[in-house]
């Protein structure tokens, strides 16, 4: 009786960890492909009291994500007392209806606060670096080492097109393969 017990445990636990792995191969697989296979540094340090506040996104990579955000994306950062800061993410679904996530992030390189980890769930922090940004904080282009991600921000909710390009065209000098964007609809 023991030995049978034992031995369903075990299989509850292969099965256990079986599940998650094919959860993890899932999530690998629904990813963006690589659009830059050399993220360079961040260009410049980030001055986080002048980074926190309000920011529109331009255009970014798709992602499981963000699948359902269809118009409106926006996020907002704040500082905590600790250090870390805030992020409130917010988009409008095809329907209309409002979705945000919030999540912390904290800053991994204190020496130019250019790069961040980022956490919506929990104790799983993902890499946030600001790569390059306005001396005035305008705009701000945002990716992390495996080139999978890209988010070109900026403070005004419609910035020009002739802005838009030479946004665009900054995340190209950086290296990234700018074709797959999305452009995002704001109000």
């Not at 805030?86 to 904290?106: E, F, P």
Request: proline share 5%.
């Amino acid at each position: 009786m023991k030995r049978s017990t034992r031995l369903l445990a075990g299989i509850g636990v292969a099965g256990g960890v079986a599940v998650a792995a094919s959860a993890a191969v899932l999530f690998l697989l629904d990813r963006h492909p690589v659009g830059n296979r050399s993220v360079p540094e961040p260009a410049k340090p980030v001055d986080l009291q002048r980074y926190v506040g309000l920011w529109f996104e331009v255009a970014r990579y798709d992602q499981r994500f963000e699948r359902s955000c269809k118009s409106g994306v926006t996020a907002a950062y704040s500082l905590r007392a600790d250090g870390s800061v805030d992020v409130t993410n917010r988009c409008r679904r095809a329907d209309g209806s409002l979705k945000q996530a919030h999540g912390r992030a904290k800053v991994v390189d204190g020496g130019t606060n250019a790069k961040l980890k980022v956490s919506f769930f929990g104790p799983f922090y993902g890499d946030y670096w600001v790569l390059d940004r306005a001396d005035d904080y305008s705009w701000s282009i945002v990716g992390e080492p495996s080139g999978r991600y890209l988010w070109i921000l900026s403070r005004r909710s419609n910035p020009s097109p002739d802005f838009v390009r030479q946004l665009v065209r900054r995340a190209q000098e950086l290296g990234y393969d700018t074709r797959p964007l999305l452009y995002t609809r704001q109000p």
